[in-house]
């Protein structure tokens, strides 16, 4: 993976955020602590009854296991520091997927890769103090780990690995619940794979969570774990005003953010099911903690990078400052729940119904208008074949001029003629 100029200044960006935010960092470190010690241990509210006997670790599995490589073997400060410099370095290298997946995407239609390397650098400025907000200051690696493994799956899909793709959501869903959101990206691979994808999905999926609900069904508790509802959540403003999570408010977070992921998709805008999906988080969660808003902006990354092809990332920067910016500067509960609803709503609306230009591949006569698999193979770049006359057939001896020869294509081009075959380009790869 080749370093770029612009890669360089995100990853000086980072440092600079990390130093400045880290003598405050690790809030809630403690209960990855707690949740690797129990899950390790071979005490009887550890192991496989965990979640039965602490509903309030809602923290995926795979997350604890990974911070298990952050625990025993280091002293506790030292510990903390390095899985927050290893979740700092995993928003990097998600801001570099997203523009090869970007750069992948693209490819064969003509895209300025300079131009699509700047988006980058402007989005992963907005993008990065808040994801130091969530893997530094807070030190959720359950969230760190199902955005990260989302945006592998992002990756694979667009390149039709099939099994992957399936893999990785799934590694999200066991890294944080919440992830089950993001899964109508399996429909965004081409319908014949759809079930090899799930397969792979609900197989681990299975694999990681029920031997804690089949050894313990009290563990089914942790779905019924409630939170106080902040004065400044949107469900305030929806005229929930229970003091704490309804009954109904978890699935059907699950379910409004898959059903607009698998809207997005039908709509041939599989780069908003992210953004969506947490939107659907953000729009019914009863609490407003501000490391929330680095998911929305992994999915505002996407959809500036992929979703649309202006230079200016203008949703990275808009979610930035209406959701954290009015978190930090408006002191009024209600004024910053209204402003968290209103950007749920504008932004949704936009990425699904907003018209877009399709990106139109040289070569491809109308293909490309038709909507297509995001894995399927786009047609190559080909010149139009032009036979170079012999002999008599030239306008030097007085014969017409060759059809097709003539144009900027032809004009001062020496070396050897082109045969009657006609030269064809190199298929088109994407910039890396």
């Avoid at 995407?105 to 907005?126: D, F």
């Avoid at 992210?274 to 729009?283: E, Q």
């Avoid at 992994?298 to 500036?304: A, F, I, P, V």
């Amino acid at each position: 993976m080749p370093v770029r100029r612009h890669h360089l200044l995100l990853f000086a960006w980072t440092v600079l955020w990390f130093v400045i935010v880290e003598p405050s960092g690790g809030f809630s470190w403690h209960y990855l602590r707690q949740g690797e010690q129990l899950l390790f241990s071979h005490a009887g509210d550890g192991g496989l009854a965990l979640y039965a006997h602490h509903p309030e670790l809602q923290i995926g599995p795979v997350s604890l296991a990974v911070a298990r490589l952050f625990g025993a073997p280091w002293p506790p400060h030292i510990g903390q520091v390095l899985a927050e410099g290893f979740m700092s370095i995993l928003g990097l290298i998600m801001v570099v997927m997203v523009g090869r997946t970007a750069a992948w995407y693209y490819r064969g239609t003509g895209t300025n890769h300079r131009r699509l390397q700047q988006r980058i650098l402007i989005a992963g400025l907005a993008f990065i103090p808040m994801w130091v907000e969530v893997s530094v200051r807070f030190g959720h690696m359950d969230d760190v780990l199902a955005l990260f493994f989302t945006m592998l799956a992002v990756h694979a899909m667009v390149r039709n690995q099939v099994a992957a793709t399936g893999i990785y959501l799934a590694m999200a869903v066991d890294s944080k619940p919440w992830a089950v959101a993001f899964l109508p990206l399996i429909l965004a691979l081409p319908k014949k794979d759809w079930k090899r994808a799930a397969m792979w999905c609900i197989g681990l999926v299975a694999i990681a969570w029920l031997p804690f609900y089949l050894s313990n069904l009290g563990s089914l508790s942790a779905a019924k774990f409630t939170i106080p509802n902040q004065p400044a959540s949107s469900l305030r403003w929806l005229g929930v005003s229970d003091p704490s999570t309804p009954v109904w408010d978890r699935p059907a977070q699950f379910a409004i953010g898959m059903g607009l992921g698998t809207l997005a998709v039908w709509r041939g805008r599989w780069p908003a099911v992210v953004l969506v999906g947490c939107n659907a988080r953000i729009l019914l969660d009863p609490s407003v903690y501000t490391y929330y808003t680095a998911s929305i902006l992994l999915g505002t990354l996407l959809w500036d990078a992929v979703g649309q092809r202006r230079l200016v990332p203008w949703w990275s920067w808009i979610a930035l400052f209406s959701l954290y910016g009015s978190a930090l500067a408006i002191p009024s509960d209600s004024a910053k729940g209204m402003i968290r609803l209103a950007f749920v709503v504008v932004s949704t609306a936009y990425v699904l119904l907003w018209p877009t230009k399709r990106p139109r591949r040289r070569g491809g006569g109308g293909s490309g208008t038709r909507r297509r698999p995001v894995g399927a193979e786009r047609p190559t770049l080909a010149l139009t074949p032009i036979s170079a006359p012999i002999g008599g057939g030239s306008a030097a001896a007085g014969g017409p001029a060759p059809s097709g020869g003539g144009g900027r294509r032809a004009k001062g081009r020496g070396g050897m003629p082109r045969q009657p075959g006609g030269e064809y380009r190199t298929p088109a790869t994407s910039r890396t």
